[in-house]
Every structure is written in C-alpha cells, then in structure tokens.
C-alpha cells in the first residue's frame, strides 16, 4: 500500500506571503487614497470656478439692462447705477450702491424696467415675476454666514422704484461669494462717451459723478466651499483698489478673483 503523505506551507512561507500581500494591499491603498483626494479637490475647484464665473454673469447680466425703459414708457428714465444716498427704502433698509469701508465688501444697484422674458413676464432679480412699467432696483451684496448658512453668499434684493416697496431682500443667490468689489467708470474731460478713470462709490458721490458713469468694473472672490489637500498657500488677495484680504490661517479652502468690466448701455 502506497501513502502519500501531505505537504503544507512552513511558517516561515506563511509570513512571507502575508508581507508580501500586505506590500500589495498598502499600495492599492495608496491609489485609491490619492485617487480620493484628486477627486475631491478637483470636485472642489469644478465649484470654485462655476461659483465665481456665476456670480459675475448674475451681476453683469443686470449690469448690462440697466437703466433700459420701454417704448412708450410713462417713467422717468433713472439713473443706470442708483447713487449712494439714492432716497430710497429707509434709513436702516434701503437699495442704493454702497461703498464698504476698507475690505468691506461692496454693495452695487442697477434700475431699469426689467425686460420681457421669454414667457411674456417681467422679472425681479431672483426671476420673479413684476408687474408692467415698473421700475425695479435690482441691488448686489454679500450676505454673511449665520447659523443657518455656513458660507458667505451673493445675495440680491429688489425693489419697486415706481411703487417704493420691496418685492424681495437678501435671497441668497450663490454660496462661497466672500467679497464683492465694484470700481465706476467716469467719462473723461476730454470725451464724454469714453472712460476716463475708475473710481469707488463714495468717490463718485463726493465728485457728484452719477450722471456721468459709463462702465462699472466687478470683482467678486470666490472659495472652494470644501477644504482641499493639500491645503494652499497663504496669501493675500486683492480686488481692484480694496486693502488686502487675508484668509483665515487654517482655513484649507482654495480662492480665486473673478474680474470683469461692463459698459453701460442705456446712458444717452
């Protein structure tokens, strides 16, 4: 009779392919990790980028309207770009421009009697609908995290110029916005149709230059809403002529300026 006898593995065998396999698995853990992590980050700047070029067409789109009226229109043509002190709303709640202090962001207003739309109706900036030969001041601002909202958001407000009450205020609009920042063009001495300088909000109030304001130029900044890692350098951020802006240290969120000029149609 013929017995085989059965063979297994040494422990020494044993440990070997157990290291071995460990090796192995440590670096798929890898791929996978970095895999992760590009995603992320890449998930995060796709946000930052659509978040910021948003942001700039919300307020250049009604940049571009303002001070239009219709055909036949019974108002007053207003000014494109509401003034400072614009005498409307109250004290404590009103929709003219305003000029934050230092790195304080900025808050623009546009009139105009909003366009037909493709369904027939007129629309406030957050697309409600308005009634006709209205006048609507369109107002842009940032509104600050709460306990609701974690990030700093774009927001707008509305309000009804021919019937001095507000049809919407602070509607957030697009999250991670921290800073808005808006210079003026003023027409030159030498030629009224063409940009000579542009300067701040309180600047143009003091110099009495409403009337003469043909562009406006934007900057918003715009974060990641995510941390990203490697987190990004520290550094400061400047828009137009505001001092420096300096995120937290830690913060892990990358940033980016958006920029862009428009020229103001319905000025003559």
């Known amino acids: 009779m013929i017995t085989t006898r059965q063979k297994g593995l040494s422990i020494i065998e044993l440990l070997v ?7 192995l698995l440590l670096g798929v853990s890898q791929v996978f990790l970095s895999s ?49 002190n614009c005498g409307r709303g109250s004290a404590a709640s009103n929709p003219c421009t305003f000029n934050g202090a230092g790195n304080a962001p900025d808050r623009v ?5 909003p366009a037909v739309v493709i369904d027939g109706s007129l ?22 995290p709460d306990a609701n909202n974690p990030q700093s958001s774009l927001g707008c407000s509305s309000y009804n110029r021919s019937d001095s009450e507000w049809l919407v205020q602070n509607q957030r609009l697009i999250d991670g916005i921290e800073s808005l920042q808006v210079l003026y063009g003023i027409a030159s001495n030498a030629d009224p149709f063409s940009v000579g300088s542009y300067i701040s909000a309180d600047r143009v109030e003091a110099q009495n230059k409403w009337k003469d304001v043909l562009a406006v130029r934007i900057a918003v900044l715009a974060n990641s809403l995510d941390p ?38 319905n000025i003559f």
């Open 228 to 265: 990203v890692t490697p987190p990004p350098v520290q550094r400061n951020y400047y828009l137009l002529d505001a001092p420096p802006i300096t995120p937290a240290a830690g913060d892990q969120r990358s940033r980016q300026i958006f920029t862009t000029t428009v020229q103001l149609k």
């Open 109 to 113: 207003s546009f009139s105009a009697e």
């Open 17 to 23: 392919a157990m290291v071995i396999g460990l090796i």
């Open 36 to 84: 992760r992590q590009t995603f992320a980050t890449n998930d995060a700047m796709t946000k930052l980028q659509e978040n910021g070029r948003f942001a700039l067409e919300f307020i250049a789109a009604t940049a571009r309207q303002a001070g239009y009226l219709s055909p036949g229109s019974s108002e007053g043509m207003p000014f494109p770009v509401e003034p400072i």
């Open 123 to 144: 629309r406030d900036c957050t697309g409600s609908a308005v009634a006709i030969n209205t006048i609507v001041i369109n107002s842009y601002f940032i509104i600050p």
